[in-house]
């Protein structure tokens, strides 16, 4: 938890307010590039965006996919993966599935590959432990927290159509802490795992470390905890039966991201847990199902206080990258920050290391301004 007292102690000066604003922003359509130019969904069921590019796992080819603006760009990473699931972690690190699909995932062969964010170089990990393993088949991955590549490492959360918790994988340095791999339990909310359960780590406004469990129709579920996890149900407005609901934080308010009615079509919106309406909302242009995954895969990577990029990807849809803008943080701090003079901008890393330029993986990015104010905001590289 040491990890997270610097980004709680920051992100005061962002979320600290007792009486919450009204949350109100904007969603544009920055690009969009349609099915025709990309994989089979059957073959390519799970992508996520960052660094304005979009990254798609093709199972058939064995190969990540890399999008932009244009289509498929030439970039080829390492490796890819049998299996249909691809993520990240904290640092852009992309986790691949490596276990024949649609088989239950195994414990006594290669199961994931993680690629380095630089894309020059990977690294093989088994996930296996006793009595702590991923039951039944697992097609899809969430978000990693903290750098699986790095000294410190991070933890990613896994869970099999058959697990009854959530299984804890710490990896440091590309490989697992195999002594502290267990299947926590989950009290509170119900868990129904599924074959495609997704659980996103990620960092709230507060500076706590908590989970998103997602599986397909159920409602989403926020954890909180290590070996026993605490389990609070949440509803979120117009919300659909597709997977994809991806959590973050903007403007020091607690967001989520997910696929909205109609079913298992491409509509998608932004809102905090509880509200009666959200935030923002793209209106399904699809009216039929284009996949039978039932997925439609949204995540959002912060900019800046009040902006973020927002990445979508519809198997046998389209993949599109839109930009979301809040009109004011939490604590009433709008736009009219560009007006200000900046006097200068640190970094600071999980260990409270302070820096120049942002280090890779997360970065807690300090504003100070000539008349004395601060800005502060989570930001990852």
Not at 137 to 146: I, P, T
Not at 191 to 215: C, H, I, P, Q, R
Request: proline content about 4%; aromatic content about 8%; hydrophobic content about 45%.
């Amino acid at each position: 938890m040491k990890k997270f007292l610097l980004l709680a102690a920051t992100a005061a000066m962002v979320a600290s307010a007792t009486a919450q604003v009204p949350c109100e922003g904007t969603l544009k359509l920055d690009w969009k590039v349609a099915k025709d130019k990309l994989p089979a969904w059957g073959d390519a069921r799970q992508g996520f965006g960052l660094n304005g590019k979009i990254y798609i796992q093709n199972k058939a080819t064995k190969s990540i996919e890399v999008y932009d603006q244009n289509g498929k760009t030439s970039e080829v990473l390492p490796t890819g993966g049998i299996n249909t699931a691809i993520s990240y972690d904290d640092a852009g690190n992309i986790l691949v599935g490596n276990s024949a699909f649609p088989n239950a995932w195994r414990t006594d062969s290669t199961n994931l590959k993680i690629i380095a964010a630089d894309g020059k170089s990977f690294k093989d990990i088994t996930i296996k432990a006793d009595g702590a393993v991923i039951n039944g088949r697992c097609d899809f991955l969430g978000k990693a927290s903290g750098n699986l590549l790095s000294e410190d490492g991070g933890v990613l959360w896994v869970v099999g159509a058959t697990n009854t918790g959530v299984v804890k994988v710490p990896v440091a340095e590309g490989a697992i802490d195999t002594d502290n791999v267990f299947e926590a339990t989950v009290d509170g909310a119900a868990v129904a795992a599924s074959t495609s359960t997704v659980v996103n780590a990620f960092t709230d406004a507060e500076g706590n470390a908590k989970m998103l469990y997602v599986s397909r129709s159920a409602a989403p579920v926020m954890l909180e905890g290590d070996e026993t996890l605490t389990g609070t149900a949440i509803t979120l407005p117009n919300k659909g039966a597709c997977n994809g609901a991806f959590p973050f934080t903007l403007g020091g308010y607690n967001l989520v991201a997910y696929p909205t009615l109609p079913n298992y079509l491409d509509g998608f919106a932004i809102a905090e847990a509880g509200a009666e309406a959200p935030v923002v909302a793209h209106e399904a242009e699809f009216a039929a199902n284009p996949n039978a995954a039932q997925v439609n895969w949204v995540n959002v990577e912060p900019v800046d206080a009040l902006t973020a990029n927002v990445y979508q990807y519809v198997p046998g849809g389209y993949i599109a990258k839109y930009t979301f803008t809040l009109n004011k943080s939490i604590t009433g701090v709008d736009n009219a920050v560009a007006a200000k003079t900046v006097a200068g901008v640190k970094y600071y890393n999980l260990a409270g290391i302070e820096s120049a330029t942002p280090f890779s993986g997360v970065n807690v990015k300090v504003v100070n301004y000539t008349d004395g104010s601060k800005q502060a905001v989570k930001v990852v590289k």
